[in-house]
Nanobody
Framework: QLQLVESGGGLVQPGGSLRLSCTTA????????IAWFRQAPGKEREGVSC????????YVADSVKDRFTISRDNAKNTVYLQMYGLKPEDTASYYC?????????????????WGQGTQVTVSS
């Protein structure tokens, strides 16, 4: 059972930056597609970004393009979501998820492993 742990969330002012991390201690992430989703209160979980196991392919949702970037360091068993220019509408719980399907997807049904989430709050 793959256990994912997110970190890096917090309270930040509009325009600020945060870097989220997703890691696992008991296994390796090399074989997994890793995605970041977010869910705000009263809203559905939405895909934010995704990266394949070797990092060769990735995508970022249009809503955050030019502000968020995804990367992975397989040597550190970690996937990162770097967020710049944060806006109040980015406030949500952010989850990392892993898929064995080999391709990026923003559909939650394609991900069999989920972390517990980390809260990002953008407010002045």
């Amino acid at each position: 059972q793959l256990q994912l742990v997110e970190s890096g969330g917090g309270l930040v002012q509009p325009g600020g930056s945060l870097r989220l991390s997703c890691t696992t201690a008991a296994s390796t992430l090399d074989d997994y597609v890793i995605a970041w989703f977010r869910q705000a209160p009263g809203k559905e979980r939405e895909g934010v970004s995704c990266i394949t196991g070797n990092g060769a392919s990735s995508y970022v949702a249009d809503s955050v393009k030019d502000r968020f970037t995804i990367s992975r360091d397989n040597a550190k068993n970690t996937v990162y979501l770097q967020m710049y220019g944060l806006k109040p509408e980015d406030t949500a719980s952010y989850y990392c998820a892993a898929s064995v399907l080999g391709f990026c997807s923003d559909d939650v049904v394609n991900y069999g492993f989920w972390g517990q989430g980390t809260q990002v709050t953008v407010s002045s």
